[in-house]
T-cell receptor, first 112, second 114 residues
Framework: DQQVKQNSPSLSVQEGRISILNCDYT??????FLWYKKYPAEGPTFLIS?????DKNEDGRFTVFLNKSAKHLSLHIVPSQPGDSAVYFC???????????FGEGTQLTVNP | DVKVTQSSRYLVKRTGEKVFLECVQD?????MFWYRQDPGLGLRLIYF???????EKGDIPEGYSVSREKKERFSLILESASTNQTSMYLC?????????????FGDGTRLSIL
């Protein structure tokens, strides 16, 4: 039972354009959501997070949107840069504890 | 900055061997986690620990065990390695409570079982 799903295994965008990565979840107990970025042969690095009391959180070029009624979140990267090319994982945490549930990941490729 | 160090970047072992993967963190974090990452499956939690000598099963604990003798060190053990345990293994940590705090990851161990 995949509680966090990233339906797009890959996404390709042009440098300077917007990248939109999507994530859906099914567990209503999730109330904290995170995005991680992972380069090959490295561990995931934390990118940005959002609590369920908010619907938007912004950090520089990165913005995360949360739609609780649709159980959907998205990561916007504007403008996209070639160095953003990586696998992006969406993750969710329940109120009760610190363990995370991850999505399958989306490979983002930003073309120069 | 939090530093999570995994002892090996690449490891090749044979079927049936007992395999130890080591993870050390330097930030005095109480919570430590072991995941495996496989293409199309994302990161799946194997085991985690909230304190020394404490362990909890994650989503895929079968074929694995763990050891947490010291706060900074969390070991993953493959009791009798099998080819379906070939994977990227990732260790992570968070401080006490850990809620609403991102996990910090090591660089991973790419394990191949032949």
């Amino acid at each position: 039972d995949q509680q966090v799903k990233q339906n797009s295994p890959s996404l390709s965008v042009q440098e300077g354009r917007i990248s939109i990565l999507n994530c859906d979840y099914t567990n209503s107990m999730f109330d904290y959501f995170l995005w991680y970025k992972k380069y090959p042969a490295e561990g995931p690095t934390f990118l940005i997070s959002i609590s369920s009391i908010k619907d938007k959180n912004e950090d520089g070029r990165f913005t995360v949107f949360l739609n609780k009624s649709a159980k959907h979140l998205s990561l916007h990267i504007v403008p996209s840069q070639p160095g953003d090319s990586a696998v992006y994982f969406c993750a969710a945490e329940e109120t009760s504890g610190s363990r995370l549930t991850f999505g399958e990941g989306t490979q983002l490729t930003v073309n120069p | 900055d939090v530093k999570v160090t995994q002892s090996s970047r690449y490891l090749v072992k044979r079927t049936g061997e007992k395999v130890f993967l080591e993870c050390v963190q330097d930030m005095d974090h109480e919570n430590m986690f072991w995941y495996r990452q496989d293409p199309g499956l994302g990161l799946r939690l194997i085991y985690f620990s909230y304190d020394v000598k404490m362990k909890e099963k994650g989503d895929i604990p079968e074929g694995y065990s763990v050891s947490r003798e010291k706060k900074e060190r969390f070991s993953l053990i493959l009791e009798s390695a099998s080819t379906n345990q070939t994977s990227m293994y990732l260790c992570a940590s968070t401080p006490l409570g850990g809620y609403n705090q991102p996990q910090h990851f090591g660089d991973g161990t790419r394990l191949s079982i032949l």
